[in-house]
């Protein structure tokens, strides 16, 4: 079965701290994987995508297809990082659904 | 220009009674999906559309919910005889292709059934 699971409900940081959202996955063949993120009062948007391999507003993401984990990392958070982050995956097969994790909450304190 | 537009933004209903949401996917998409985000069960994935194709309705939770895409542009999301657990916020995607394109969220509509 397709799954996404993201072990933290919350995580609470300072100003200037390191961040790492983690982020594993079940799925048997080749998945995308995606983090997205929802700012308050906000849609939720795409944040990267591991294919890009590129680093948005800080944030880098690595596939480790042998511990099927893509966590989000960020050397140091800013107190606009604060927002829900969902991890997501989509399957090959031909369709396009996204299957999100459970999400996040990043607090960034000052 | 202009992203997915979703209506209404708020829909209070009373238990059994029908609603429809709206979306406007942006303009030239052809791919669109329905999510529904609840407290119990997260981001879930509802019905896909794509261009002509039948629609993927895997993600629906029962045959109380259905969905049209007409013109291949806007997309009508009906939920029969509410209950309480329908109660969530309904999310509009669409996605320039059904290929592993970015997909463009709508603000949502939240739904609260009494």
């Known amino acids: 079965a397709q799954r996404v699971t993201q072990p933290e409900k919350l995580l609470s940081v300072f100003k200037g701290a390191p961040v790492e959202l983690k982020c594993n996955y079940s799925?048997?063949?080749?998945?995308?994987l995606f983090w997205y993120v929802q700012y308050s009062r906000q849609r939720l948007q795409l944040l990267l995508r591991?294919?890009s391999r590129e680093s948005i507003k800080g944030f880098t993401a690595d596939l480790n297809k042998g511990e099927t984990s893509f966590h989000l990392k960020k050397p140091f958070a800013q107190e606009e990082d604060s927002a829900m982050y969902y991890c997501?995956?989509?399957?090959?097969?031909?369709?396009?659904?996204?299957?999100f994790g459970a999400g996040t909450r990043l607090a960034v304190h000052p | 220009g202009a992203g997915v537009s979703q209506s209404p933004s708020n829909k209070v209903t009373e238990k059994g009674k029908d609603v429809e949401l709206r979306c406007d996917p942006i303009?030239?998409?052809?791919?669109l999906y329905w999510y529904r985000q609840s407290l119990g069960q997260g981001l879930e994935f509802l019905i896909y559309?794509?261009?002509?194709?039948?629609?993927?309705k895997s993600g629906l939770p029962s045959d109380r919910f259905s969905a049209e895409r007409t013109g291949g542009s806007v997309s009508t999301l009906t939920i029969q005889r509410t209950q309480q657990e329908d109660s969530a916020v309904y999310l509009c995607?669409?996605?320039?292709?059904?290929?592993?394109?970015?997909?463009?969220f709508g603000p949502g509509t939240r739904l609260t059934v009494l």
């Open positions: 591991h294919i």
């Open positions: 559309f794509q261009g002509n194709s039948a629609p993927d």
């Open positions: 995607a669409s996605s320039l292709s059904g290929t592993s394109d970015t997909q463009y």
């Open positions: 799925y048997s063949g080749s998945p995308e």
């Open positions: 997501a995956l989509i399957g090959s097969g031909g369709y396009n659904k996204l299957i």
């Open positions: 303009s030239g998409h052809t791919a």
